[in-house]
């Protein structure tokens, strides 16, 4: 029904930037809530930063001052800008997205990326 495509992954150095994209395509009428959360190996999924309709970004409190979450509800699209990453920032990274389905019954699901891994090295 609705497909997340994320992009953008790879290996950094400490202190270096990535940008990750993802695009929501499929049947959507209304997308509620676009953001970011990652999984490190033994971790559970942690929320990364969330950018909902109508309000301003979320951000947690390890990643704030670092990373910039927008989104494009025109493309229905969300970025993430990390800059100074650190090695603690290494994890698959999810995009998610809180979906109103354009099947008429305007009921809402959540929908998740496939991942990318993200690794910084020391």
């Known amino acids: 029904q609705v497909q997340l495509v994320e992009s953008g992954g790879g290996l950094v150095q400490a202190g270096g930037s990535l940008r990750l994209s993802c695009a929501a395509s499929?049947?959507?009428?209304?997308?509620?809530?676009m953001g970011w959360y990652r999984q490190a190996p033994g971790n559970q999924r942690e929320l990364v930063a969330t950018?909902?309709?109508?309000?301003?970004?979320n951000y947690a409190d390890s990643v704030k001052g670092r990373f910039t979450i927008s989104r494009d509800n025109s493309k229905n699209t969300v970025t993430l800008q990390m800059n100074s990453l650190k090695p603690e920032d290494t994890a698959v990274y999810y995009c998610?997205?809180?979906?109103?389905?354009?099947?008429?019954?305007?009921?809402?699901?959540?929908?998740w990326g496939q991942g990318t891994q993200v690794t910084v090295s020391s």
């Open positions: 950018f909902p309709s109508g309000g301003g970004p």
């Open positions: 998610n997205a809180i979906v109103v389905l354009g099947d008429g019954y305007r009921a809402s699901f959540s929908f």
């Open positions: 499929g049947s959507i009428f209304s997308i509620n809530n």
